[in-house]
């Protein structure tokens, strides 16, 4: 069974940086692309950032493009979301998904329950 | 950027009624498309992909069409648990700028 569980989330000023983590049980992360994806009431949904299965060809959204870094550590199957220069837009419940294919760009198979990211002064 | 657009925002409707879901896309998604429903305090989870392939467990009741720009989620025979947020997804440009529309809230009459 595929499980996904984010965590790292909080408070954290403008400017400021904070890592999300999602340990993934059930495959392999060198097996799917892997993704971020955020939401708020006001925005809705939004992708992120996506991690092809072979690690290689990390993609960004434009709002957090030079701000955060996709990751993984295939020896822990864990990915990761280093996010810096936060701003108050950020602020959003971050989900952790896995893709149904292995190069990015697929629809979205398998999401975590999220870790809430508030930025605040 | 691929804007998805749904429509109506919010749907009332009766237990047992059918309903049409619709999703626009600004230029041709051909059919990578997909649909997630999304019930309080819980993740999205995947209905449909494909445009109109049911995901693994998701009920006969569900079902999508459409290619292109336009495309359908109907939902025939409309049960209580169904009450929810529905959004439709593209998946179709690379590189990836994933997108999705705004959703729109089936709820109770």
Redesign the interface.
């Given at each position: 069974e595929v499980q996904l569980l984010e965590s790292g989330g909080g408070l954290v000023q403008p400017g400021g940086s904070l890592r999300l983590s999602c340990a993934a049980s059930g495959f392999s992360l060198r097996t799917y692309a892997m993704d971020w994806v955020r939401q708020t009431p006001e925005k809705g949904l939004e992708w992120v950032a996506t991690l092809s299965g072979s690690g290689s060809s990390p993609y960004y959204a434009d709002a957090v493009k030079g701000r955060f870094t996709i990751s993984r550590d295939t020896s822990k199957n864990t990915l990761y979301l280093q996010m810096n220069t936060l701003k108050f837009e950020d602020t959003a419940l971050y989900y952790c998904v896995k893709e149904e294919g292995f190069s990015g760009a697929d629809y979205f198979a398998s999401w975590g329950q999220g870790t809430l990211v508030t930025v605040s002064s | 950027e691929i804007v998805m657009t749904q429509s109506p925002a919010t749907l009332s409707v009766s237990p047992g009624e059918r309903v049409t879901l619709s999703c626009r896309a600004s230029q041709s998604v051909s059919r990578?498309l997909?649909w997630?429903q999304q019930k309080p305090g819980?993740?999205?989870?995947?209905l449909i992909?494909g445009a109109s392939t049911r995901?693994t467990g998701v009920p006969a009741r569900f079902s999508g069409s459409g290619s292109g720009t336009e495309f359908t989620l109907t939902i025939t025979g409309l049960k209580s648990e169904d009450f929810a947020v529905y959004?439709c997804?593209q998946?179709?440009?690379?590189?990836?700028?994933?997108?999705?529309?705004?959703?729109t809230k089936v709820e109770f009459k």
């Amino acid at each position: 069974e595929v499980q996904l569980l984010e965590s790292g989330g909080g408070l954290v000023q403008p400017g400021g940086s904070l890592r999300l983590s999602c340990a993934a049980s059930g495959f392999s992360l060198r097996t799917y692309a892997m993704d971020w994806v955020r939401q708020t009431p006001e925005k809705g949904l939004e992708w992120v950032a996506t991690l092809s299965g072979s690690g290689s060809s990390p993609y960004y959204a434009d709002a957090v493009k030079g701000r955060f870094t996709i990751s993984r550590d295939t020896s822990k199957n864990t990915l990761y979301l280093q996010m810096n220069t936060l701003k108050f837009e950020d602020t959003a419940l971050y989900y952790c998904v896995k893709e149904e294919g292995f190069s990015g760009a697929d629809y979205f198979a398998s999401w975590g329950q999220g870790t809430l990211v508030t930025v605040s002064s | 950027e691929i804007v998805m657009t749904q429509s109506p925002a919010t749907l009332s409707v009766s237990p047992g009624e059918r309903v049409t879901l619709s999703c626009r896309a600004s230029q041709s998604v051909s059919r990578y498309l997909a649909w997630y429903q999304q019930k309080p305090g819980q993740a999205p989870s995947l209905l449909i992909y494909g445009a109109s392939t049911r995901a693994t467990g998701v009920p006969a009741r569900f079902s999508g069409s459409g290619s292109g720009t336009e495309f359908t989620l109907t939902i025939t025979g409309l049960k209580s648990e169904d009450f929810a947020v529905y959004y439709c997804q593209q998946y179709n440009n690379w590189p990836p700028t994933l997108t999705f529309g705004g959703g729109t809230k089936v709820e109770f009459k």
